[in-house]
């Protein structure tokens, strides 16, 4: 059983920066798969990153390769997900993804346990 807590959310003008984090719960953090997913006001969860047991293992969204970073703090039971050079279009709920798994899956369905949220802003 895992239990998150993401944090780190906000409003921040377009061209900022926010960094988000998920704390994890559980005893078998680097056993586990991680993404972030948002779900933007009307419209159907997207996929943005993930990551499994290593950082090699990282997988973006197109739209915002260059821009996010995931990682992971196995010591710290955290993963991050920094985004740079934010555009209106990142408005949305973001939230945090668990499954027992090495590797990231770009599929909602295939992660059991989900965060509450945290709300991203961008103004032009």
């Known amino acids: 059983q895992v239990q998150l807590v993401e944090s780190g959310g906000g409003l921040v003008q377009a061209g900022g920066s926010l960094r988000l984090s998920c704390a994890a719960s559980?005893?078998?953090?680097?056993?586990?798969?991680f993404a972030w997913f948002r779900q933007a006001s009307g419209k159907g969860r997207e996929f943005v990153a993930g990551i499994g047991w290593n950082a090699e293992s990282a997988i973006y969204v197109d739209s915002v390769k260059g821009r996010f970073s995931i990682s992971r703090d196995n010591a710290k039971t955290t993963v991050y997900l920094q985004m740079s050079s934010l555009r209106p279009e990142d408005t949305a709920v973001y939230y945090c993804?668990?499954?027992?798994?090495?590797?990231?899956?770009?599929?909602?369905?295939?992660?059991?346990?989900w965060g509450q949220g945290t709300q991203v802003t961008v103004s032009s």
């Open positions: 559980g005893r078998t953090f680097s056993s586990y798969g």
């Open positions: 993804a668990a499954e027992y798994m090495t590797w990231a899956s770009r599929r909602s369905d295939e992660y059991h346990y």
